[in-house]
């Protein structure tokens, strides 16, 4: 017998027919013997169109109201799972955030998860009924209704796992695992038996979209064992088995390169003649904090005449704010001109093996390089190369590197 945590995305139950599918599944692991807490997420859409009721009111709408309203889609699936099971002869019942429950904090629409108390689940479970939790949804120390951001039922699951010392994580999506890059990109990418935390992490974080970055971050601390799987399978379980996200010391051989992401959510902003003296990083980059804008990568060059450039990347979205905020603080950075571009991608390869091994970002650079195509920023992690490049060159790019480290499915 083992104790799981069953999580289905926005797609997994996007309809009836998909919640029914959901129940099923559901029923077959109890009817194995396991004792099974599931956690949904609203139906595909119904999240994005609560947003877009608040902001259409009012943009400058009050943020514990915004979370009122978009907490609600997780309820109206958790109530239709806990009857789909129950129609066939599960016993269920659902819960709100607030009714477990699930104590954050109040920063309200991104509200991070201070405690969880297990028992009246647990004691469910033990009575052999499901509880089938509203994901993405808590309750804030003011007695209101929290959400995690957007994503965040993800979190909920492991948050979940973890407080009810769960020996499985599974949740399931529309993608049967994590695959060694974008198959639809790569018709030869591969699906991962198994991934680390923290490959899955920097994966995670540049760009591949299979969990929300924090779920990650939330496993690799409380070491809660996820998989990353189908509930679009046939009913014999033909998806099985996904992906499992585990601790770096239980994958025998460890690749290299585990996968390789790509993001094109980036621009690129080039601060020209810039004087080189101390505090002129800090005349940039403290105004862009001030602003929320979130700066990666980061690159300056030597001095010339006392003078240079600073380039780095932003998240796309906060171009026009970031651009706004140097020009306001021109007099005190004092450069000579600002370049953006947000025609650029950011292609990141990721793996532990990096750490002991040499040469990998040189294979990067090479197999670029034999393509023609220019590298315009680096930066790397310890399990981590990343280059920025012309957004046009991407999937050229990807499949270069696919086949570079040798991650090509042999056909
Ligand atoms: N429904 C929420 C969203 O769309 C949470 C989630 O699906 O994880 O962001
Ligand atoms: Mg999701």
Redesign the pocket.
Known sequence: MARIVMKF??TSVADLDRIRNVAARVKREVELGNEVAVVV??MSG???TLVKYCQDLSPLHDQREYDAVVAT??NVTAGLTAIALQTIGVEARSFAGWQIPLVTDDAHGKARIDSIDGAVLIAHMQAGRVPVVA??QGIGPDNRVTTLG?????TSAVALAAALKADRCDIYTDVDGVYTTDPRIVPRARKLAKIAYEEMLELASVGAKVL?TRSVELAMKERVRVQVLSSFGDETGASLPGTMVVDEEEIMEKALVAGIAYSRDEAKITVRRVPDRPGIAAAIFGPLSDANVNVDMIVQNVSADSTTDLTFTIGRTDLPRAQAVLAAHRGEIGYSELLCDPEVAKISVVGVGMRSHAGVARTMFSALAAKGINIQVISTSEIKVSVLIGAEYTELAVRALHTAYGLDAVS
Do not use: I, L, P, W
């Open positions: 995305g926005g997420s609203a119904v999240t994005n889609g997780e994901g993405f957007r994503g965040g039922s993800d929300q």
